[in-house]
Each structure stands twice: as C-alpha cells, then as structure tokens.
C-alpha cells in the first residue's frame, strides 16, 4: 500500500523558516514525479512545487517561487519542501502527492497533510 | 496561465439524484485534465484522469468527459459517501492549476 507521510509543520513567524519531509513508502519512489500541494484556511486547493523522479527537474508557482526549495532523497524515499521568508498568506495545510503516473502531473495518493501557520 | 472555472459553486441535491459539475479552462488543456474529491480533514482523492479514465478503485457512477476547454464530472446518482467539494486540476500548462471547487450538498 502506498502510504505519504508528512511532518515538520508548525507555528512559525512572518520572514521565517520551516522544511516540511514526506516520507514514501509501498512504491519505488525513484520512479516517480512527486508534488506539493496546499489548502490555506477555507480556500480550495493550489499547486506549490513539483520535483522529477531524479530530482533533476523542478517547478514552482509564482506564489513561492524564489522563497521555497523542494528537493528529495531518493536513498531515503523522502520528499522536502525548504520554505524561507514565510508570509502570512503561506498559512495552509500541505500535503504532498505523488504522480499517478511516473510522468503525468495527476496527484494519486496525497499524504493526510501537515499544518504551517504564519503568524507573530 | 491556465485558468479553471467551475460552476455551479455548490450543489444541493438528493441521495439518488444526478450530479453534472463543470469545468471550464481558459485556453485548451486538451485532455490533460482530472477531478478530485475532497472532504474535510482528509487527504484528497483522485477520480478521474485524463478527462474521462476512472482512476483505480473508484466506481462507476462517477464518470468524466469532454476536451479542448470544457469538461464535465458526472456523479450518476448519489451515495451519501459522495457529499464532499469536487476540483478540477490541468496538467496541460505550466503552472499546474485546480479550480475553485464546487461543494455537493444534502439537499
């Protein structure tokens, strides 16, 4: 079973820092493109960063582009999303999900999410 | 980038009854298109994929269709499980983009 765990979410103040991990397991995460996606408080759902299986290839949405880093491990089957220069509007539940397919951007599973707030 | 409207923005309907969402893109998206369901506190669940593909495990009675700028997520007739927000996603274009969600309410 293919199960996304996330952790590293917390309270943390305006300008600064948070790294978020998702740990993969019951698939060969090497194979597969893998995503962050984020909920802000009663909002729909928005696209943060996408990773390539390798780690060679990312992208961001305009929104974090510049402040977040996502990277991965692939020895450690582990997903990272380096948030810098946190803002108030970064306040969301981020799940991270994997590619349904190991090249086609369809988000299948999600982890259950871990809460960042942004806030003095 | 690509820009997903959906309407309605919530439905009221009955166990039983039909559901049609849609799903508008700004520009052609071709197929490149899928539906999620989400409830609260969970993790979101994929539906379909690439317009009109069941993804693995869901049933029949959800069915999805159309290309180009519009599509449509079909919901034969509602279980009570199936009350939950719906979003399109694109993958035809950098950004990735989802829509706004249309909310199934018990009616």
């Known amino acids: 079973e293919v199960q996304l765990l996330e952790s590293g979410g917390g309270l943390v103040q305006p300008g600064g820092s948070l790294r978020l991990s998702c740990a993969a397991s019951g698939f060969t995460f090497s194979n597969y493109g893998m995503s962050w996606v984020r909920q802000p408080p009663g909002k729909g759902l928005e696209w943060v960063s996408a990773i390539s299986s390798s780690g060679a290839s990312t992208n961001y949405a305009d929104s974090v582009k510049g402040r977040f880093t996502i990277s991965r491990d692939n020895s450690k089957n582990t997903l990272h999303l380096q948030m810098n220069s946190l803002r108030a509007e970064d306040t969301a539940v981020y799940f991270c999900a994997k590619y349904r397919i190991p090249d086609k951007i369809y988000f299948d599973p999600w982890g259950q999410g871990t809460l960042v707030t942004v806030s003095s | 980038e690509i820009v997903l409207t959906q309407s309605p923005a919530t439905l009221s309907l009955s166990p039983g009854e039909r559901a049609t969402l849609s799903c508008r893109a700004s520009?052609?998206?071709?197929?490149?298109l899928a539906w999620y369901q989400h409830k609260p506190g969970q993790a979101p669940r994929l539906l379909i994929y690439?317009?009109?593909t069941r993804a693995t495990g869901i049933p029949a009675r959800f069915s999805g269709s159309g290309s180009g700028t519009d599509f449509t997520l079909t919901i034969s007739s509602l279980e009570p499980e199936d009350f939950a927000v719906y979003y399109c996603?694109?993958?035809?274009?950098?950004?990735?983009?989802f829509g706004p969600g249309t909310k199934v309410n018990i009616k």
């Open positions: 520009q052609s998206v071709r197929s490149s």
């Open positions: 690439d317009a009109s």
């Open positions: 996603q694109q993958r035809g274009n950098w950004p990735i983009t």
